[in-house]
Every structure is written in C-alpha cells, then in structure tokens.
T-cell receptor, first 113, second 110 residues
C-alpha cells in the first residue's frame, strides 16, 4: 500500500449505530487530519493530530470521536449520528504539522439514514 | 475566518482548449496549493507554491503565486478528457491550517 488509505470506502448507518472509520498513512508523516466534505461547501477541518497528540478539535460535535494510536493510524469513531452528517470524510497527512503539503486518502462516503 | 473565492464555479470546454481558474483571498497566504479531485476519490496535490510571484509548472499545468500574496491562478493547456474533475485551491497562512476554495468543476467535451 502507498500513500494514504481509508476504509471503508462506503458506509451506510442508522442513527443509533456505532461505527468507525480508519485511516492509514504509509508516508512516514507526523501529522494527520480529518476533514468533512459536503456538497457545495469548502472542506471543513475537523481534527488534527501531531505525533499522536490532538492539536485541534474544530468545534466538532461529540458524536464524532477521533483516536490516533500511532503516527500512522487515525480513526474516527461515530455514534448517534444525524442525517446531516452524511458526507465524504477525508483523511490527510503531512510531514509535520507546519507542512503545507497535505496528502489525502480516497475518503469514506458516509450515509446516515 | 479566512475565505477563498474560487472562480469560475464550473467550466465546459472543448478538448484541446486552454483553461484558466483563479482564487482570491481577503488575507495574505504564505503558501498556495492546487488540488484535483476525481469523482469518488480524495483530492490529489497538483502544484504547491511557496513564494510570491512564483510560477511553477507540472506538465500541462501552470500555477502562479500572486505578488500580493492574496491570489493564485491555475492554467491547463491543451485540455484532454482526463482533465475532467474538480479543482481546488488552498491557502496556508502562518498556522497549520489550510483554507480551501469551493472548487471549479471542469468538463471537457471530446
């Protein structure tokens, strides 16, 4: 595997379900990010981790819970989501937290019923 | 917060034509980035610009970092069908955050 991978690629869940999104970067980077991409809106930064420490929690509802067990892996735990949370969730990484060049995974298309 | 205005929102062109799109900001950026996103995929980094006035090429793509540091443009020459997609600009200021434009949807008619 190369670059940034995300699983699953598609996820459909009910409002009462609990699921997790996984991201893995194979680039040796130290910073990882979660973004939400909704139609006709700019990418919204959700969470930022640097060397496994959370640096940013961008006013994201608590029904989204990130986890970064090491610098290569990032998870987004989901529970009690709302239909308006349906979107493409993108993971990205950069060499360091100050690095401008962020490399994105393919995303997880989430649908909340 | 910082906002980027990206234009045009969409473009319909014939294969072989040149394309130009741009982004403007109300704030100064230290870095400008251009990404392309294909349907069902994540954004792919095309070009990164680090210095005001910098002009950088990547194949048929050319991007420039505006002198005022508040704008950037991307040109695609001799477009081909696989250029279809959404092109995003992104700017980075003094902190670690990227500010993204809303994207330009490019359609190329063969």
């Amino acid at each position: 595997e190369t670059g940034v991978t995300q699983t699953p690629r598609h996820l459909v869940m009910g409002m009462t379900n609990k699921k997790s999104l996984k991201c893995e970067q194979h680039l040796g980077h130290n910073a990882m990010y979660w973004y939400k991409q909704s139609a006709k809106k700019p990418l919204e930064l959700m969470f930022v981790y640097s060397l496994e420490e959370r640096v940013e929690n961008n006013s994201v509802p608590s029904r989204f819970s990130p986890e970064c067990p090491n610098s290569s892996h990032l998870f987004l735990h989901l529970h009690t989501l709302q239909p308006e949370d349906s979107a493409l969730y993108l993971c990205a990484s950069s060499q360091d937290i100050g690095g401008a060049e962020q490399f994105f995974g393919p995303g997880t298309r989430l649908t909340v019923l | 917060g910082q906002q980027l205005n990206q234009s045009p929102q969409s473009m319909f062109i014939q294969e072989g034509e040149d394309v130009s799109m741009n982004c403007t900001s109300s704030s100064i950026f230290n870095t400008w980035l251009w990404y392309k996103q294909d349907p069902g995929e994540g954004p792919v980094l095309l070009i990164a610009l680090y210095k005001a006035g910098e002009l950088t090429s990547n194949g048929r793509l050319t991007a420039q970092f505006g002198i005022t540091r508040k704008d950037s443009f991307l040109n695609i020459s001799a477009s081909i069908p696989s250029d279809v997609g959404i092109y995003f600009c992104a700017g980075k200021g003094s902190n670690y955050k990227l500010t993204f434009g809303k994207g330009t949807l490019l359609t190329v008619n063969p």
